[in-house]
């Protein structure tokens, strides 16, 4: 599916202005950043770069998007023979996927005609925005989940396609799973799922219900307990199975209580490898509660698909830089009340201590080097329109989890608390 129209009507409408006045082929520097981190939080994660890249190889205008353009008068001729070429032929550098970032950090720089960078403004803003939520409340909770496996389940609490881009993100930040066979499908994320309280209200009793599971799925499945009453459903589960059930599932009631027995009434039966799934509206707060429970894994689905009460990562695309008539580089800024940026092209370094722990995060308009420990932050995406593979499809999120992983092992241990704070690292701006 083309994506040219994943836009808001501004972007043409500037573009066709930008034409008429012979600035539109002017050579420009654009920045994606966050002038600050949710209420609260310590990091943000960079989420949905690869899914950006996948769309920006279809972003272009066929027939019928250029129709429609001109049926419903939104640009004019001009601005329509333009786009029936419309080819991304720019760079794009910023921070991998996966990576924290901070206030002001440049996590998306594109350096191209100022047409080509407006026109794919709303379509960048709009997936780095939801997906940097989503992997952001998704560390978190793996943050509180500590060894113990997070499966995503969201896709009913969500849009259709946000569930599987919600997904995407919630692997690149650690989870185990999701129950997501879109998402399974484009990038090759490990699906699980078992059964629902509808399929044991199905049969005639709880037992019918759960020897068909067993008799379809194996010994080794995880059976959903709570239906009716919980001590009963661990009781038929393990007359059923035996001591080989794989698990039991937990969706509603006290979770923290309702483990602890439920574990020891396992162990009480024979059922000591059995292990315990509990679901039911966890966030990364409800997930360190269960913290101390007999617990083997847990199931995320509303809170994630949401960004845990942040579903957008605030991130705002700005002009930094342009060219002169002479073709000199002229840094641009916007002035006002409390939006103000910070003209000119930026680098960014991660300054480390002896430990190799980050103690900054440092951005400035040259290139610049700590002269100490440090890890320089951008990579190249796009170069001359050529889209770089390796950030798409499944071995893009294999990569970006990894880069994930490493990111936060850098962080000093405080990035993992959930007690409100300042940002775990300063962004320090060097304007000089």
Known sequence: MLTSLFTDHYEL??????????????????????????EGRRYGVVAGTGRLLEGLKDFHFGDAQLRFLSDTKVVNKQTLDYLENFKFTGDITGYAEGELYFPHSPILTVQSTFAEACVIETYILSILNHD?????????????????????????RTH????????????????????NLEAGARYGIKTVGTSAHSFTLLHDTEEQAFAAQIESLGKDTTLLVDTYEVEAGVRTAVKVAGPELGGVRLDSGDLVQQA????????????????ITVTSDLDEYAIAALGSAPVDSYGVGTALVTGSGHPTASMVYKLVARQDSAGSWIPVAKASANKASVGGRKHAVRQLNERNRATAEIVSLEEYSTGGPERQLSVPFVTAGRIDES??????????????????????????????????????????
């Open 132 to 156: 940097s939520a989503i992997a952001s409340a998704a560390s978190r909770m793996i943050a509180s989940a500590g060894t113990r496996p997070c499966i995503e389940m969201g896709s009913r």
């Open 13 to 38: 409408t500037m573009l066709q202005a930008a034409l008429a006045s012979g600035a539109a082929h002017r050579p420009s520097v654009f920045e994606a950043f966050s002038r600050r981190l949710p």
């Open 160 to 179: 259709e396609e946000s569930a599987v881009a919600a997904a995407r993100a919630a692997i690149i930040a650690g989870f185990d799973s999701t129950s």
């Open 260 to 275: 602890g027995w439920v574990r020891e009434l396992l162990d009480d039966l024979g059922n000591w490898n059995t292990k």
């Open 391 to 432: 950030f798409i499809g499944a071995a893009g999120v294999e990569k970006a989890r990894a880069r994930h992983h490493a990111s936060i092992q850098e962080m000093p241990g405080v990035a993992r608390k959930l007690q409100r704070g300042e940002p775990v690292i300063p962004t320090i701006i060097r304007e000089d």
